[in-house]
């Protein structure tokens, strides 16, 4: 079992910048062999998957946050990143992380809001 928590969320003006962690506990060992995926969820949608990073660190991005979102893993410390730039008011939500099939127990995420 592998629990999850997130964090480095914040009320951020538009075009800010934000960086969240995602760090795993538990079954350490999983985490390495997992491709990961940061997700968000805005007021009244579904979530949805935003970035993912494999094992080989190759990156894919909705075309929502391509050029804006990066996001990185540290194998070591079980955690992975999303560095938020140029942000907008549609990027408000609550973000999470998980492998990129979802396999494990959601965290409570991170709230995330751009605003003036």
Do not use: H
């Not at 955690?79 to 973000?95: E, F, G, I």
């Amino acid at each position: 079992q592998v629990q999850l928590v997130e964090s480095g969320g914040g009320l951020v003006q538009p075009g800010g910048s934000l960086r969240l962690s995602c760090t795993a506990s538990g079954n350490i060992f999983s985490f390495s062999i997992y491709a990961m995926g940061w997700y968000r969820q805005a007021p009244g949608k579904q979530r949805e998957l935003v970035a993912t990073i494999t094992v080989q660190r190759d990156t894919n991005y909705v075309d929502s946050v391509k050029g804006r979102f990066t996001i990185s893993r540290d194998n070591a410390k079980n955690t992975v990143y999303l560095q938020m730039n140029s942000l907008k008011p549609d990027d408000t939500a609550v973000y999470y992380c998980n492998t990129a099939r979802e396999r494990w127990s959601w965290g409570q995420g991170t709230q995330v809001t751009v605003s003036t």
